[in-house]
T-cell receptor, first 110, second 112 residues
Framework: SQQGEEDPQALSIQEGENATMNCSYKTSINNLQWYRQNSGRGLVHLILIRSNEREKHSGRLRVTLDTSKKSSSLLITASRAADTASYFCATDIGGGKLIFGQGTELSVKP | DAGVIQSPRHEVTEMGQEVTLRCKPISGHNSLFWYRQTMMRGLELLIYFNNNVPIDDSGMPEDRFSAKMPNASFSTLKIQPSEPRDSAVYFC??????????FGPGTRLTVT
């Protein structure tokens, strides 16, 4: 089964609202990363949080990591139509090997 | 930097034909990854190289798939013979070990 499982699978919000996506995983990790994929394009790295970190910010992005619960969340504040994309969490289980979740499809309506 | 370069961007071939996908990683990166993405199975890691050496090929579906990295600036993924179920988008990504990965634009493969 997948190392990373994401919730929800799809999310539809209005511009200006916040979007929260969750990721759960099963094994120990070195770090957890979030990526974005626009339709028909490659994945783009958003943010990396190490296993000894609890929270990290980058612009309108906020990521939390709870290693005791083996879970992470990605918060996008003040969403824009341009944030419409699929978002994936990926766990680094060693040697740089990433295991990706199935993704959350975010739709931001203007 | 031009980023990760993949070719071709689209490939349509008939069942039984050989397909070769190419990747040029970002200069200076020492890890290279090949992924396959489908609606049914999501994003799957096929194989990855560290310093041009294959480290983990457990994701390669069958002997029909092979990958090489003859030098730090070039890698190929070959499918021989191709089958319709190989139809997918194939991504190449590169990184410094343990850091974020940079993905190419992908090759959309259709096997008829």
């Amino acid at each position: 089964s997948q190392q990373g499982e994401e919730d929800p699978q799809a999310l539809s919000i209005q511009e200006g609202e916040n979007a929260t996506m969750n990721c759960s995983y099963k094994t120990s990790i070195n770090n957890l990363q979030w990526y974005r994929q626009n339709s028909g394009r490659g994945l783009v790295h958003l943010i990396l949080i190490r296993s000894n970190e609890r929270e990290k910010h980058s612009g309108r992005l906020r990521v939390t990591l709870d290693t005791s619960k083996k879970s992470s969340s990605l918060l996008i504040t003040a969403s824009r139509a341009a944030d419409t994309a699929s978002y994936f969490c990926a766990t680094d289980i060693g040697g740089g090997k990433l295991i990706f979740g199935q993704g959350t499809e975010l739709s931001v309506k203007p | 930097d031009a980023g990760v370069i993949q070719s071709p961007r689209h490939e349509v071939t008939e069942m039984g034909q050989e397909v070769t996908l190419r990747c040029k990683p970002i200069s200076g990166h020492n890890s290279l990854f090949w992924y396959r993405q489908t609606m049914m199975r999501g994003l799957e890691l096929l194989i990855y190289f560290n310093n041009n050496v294959p480290i983990d090929d457990s994701g390669m579906p069958e002997d029909r798939f092979s990958a090489k990295m003859p030098n730090a600036s070039f890698s190929t993924l070959k499918i021989q013979p191709s089958e319709p179920r190989d139809s997918a988008v194939y991504f190449c990504a590169s990184s410094l070990t343990g850091r974020e990965q940079y993905f190419g634009p992908g090759t959309r493969l259709t096997v008829t």
